[in-house]
């Protein structure tokens, strides 16, 4: 059975920083294309970041250069380390697994997701 | 960046009825060199993750039921629940995966009437 577990979310101030974990099991982390997608408190959903197979990563324009996604292949972990977070990074954010099919991916597990909120 | 743009905001439909949720593109999800519309639909219930229900705009997902369709091709899309039961009350989003960033519309909720 296919798992997500996200963990390391939390109150941080603006500016600080904060590393999510996303713990998985039933398949192998480097054997999929791995995102992270947000969603600030009733809003709508964005996606943040992906690591491919590879290991090559792009990010949104939002977080570009301020996020960055990675995976520990020995730990089966997906991760993602926030820095110089702002107000409007405060959303759930969920550790998905993505379906690749004809040079490209969707979305097909999702985990429960990690609150972060930026405040001071 | 493809803008997913949703329709409507909201519906109320009574049970057994369907419901129709739209969703247009800013530019076709369609590869040429494939046919294939690259456009995906999440049902998400209060209190949880959304679920992938629809991918290639119209295959669904294994254990979706059949009461729920997607059509559409190009920048036209439509999600399509059949006799609506009150487990389908939830928001529901479109997303293209044609290029990066992948990007989701806003996204519509579904009630009882």
């Known amino acids: 059975e296919v798992q997500l577990v996200e963990s390391g979310g939390g109150l941080v101030q603006p500016e600080g920083s904060l590393r999510l974990s996303c713990a998985a099991s039933g398949f192998t982390v480097s054997d999929k294309y791995m995102s992270w997608v947000r969603q600030p408190p009733g809003k709508g959903l964005e996606w943040v970041s992906v690591i491919y197979i590879g290991g090559h990563t792009y990010y949104a324009d939002s977080v570009k250069g301020r996020f960055t996604i990675s995976r520990d292949d020995s730990k089966n972990k997906l991760y993602l380390q926030m820095n110089s977070l702002r107000a409007e990074d405060t959303a759930v954010y969920y550790c998905?697994?993505?379906?690749?099919?004809?040079?490209?991916?969707?979305?097909?597990?999702w985990g429960q997701g990690a609150l972060v909120i930026v405040s001071s | 960046d493809i803008v997913m743009t949703q329709s409507p905001d909201s519906l109320a439909v009574s049970l057994g009825e369907r419901a129709a949720i739209n969703c247009k593109s800013s530019q076709s999800v369609v590869y040429s060199s494939n046919n294939k519309n690259y456009l995906a639909w999440y049902q998400q219930k209060p209190g949880q993750p959304p679920k992938l229900l629809i991918y290639?705009?119209?295959t669904r997902e294994s254990g979706v039921p059949d009461r729920f369709s997607g059509s559409g091709s190009g920048t036209d899309f439509t999600l399509t629940i059949n006799s609506l039961q009150a487990e389908d009350v939830a928001v529901y989003y479109c997303?293209?995966?044609?290029?990066?960033?992948?990007?989701f519309g806003g996204g519509t909720k579904v009630e009882i009437k």
């Open positions: 998905v697994r993505g379906r690749f099919e004809e040079s490209s991916f969707y979305f097909d597990y």
């Open positions: 290639w705009a119209s």
């Open positions: 997303q293209q995966y044609y290029n990066t960033p992948l990007t």
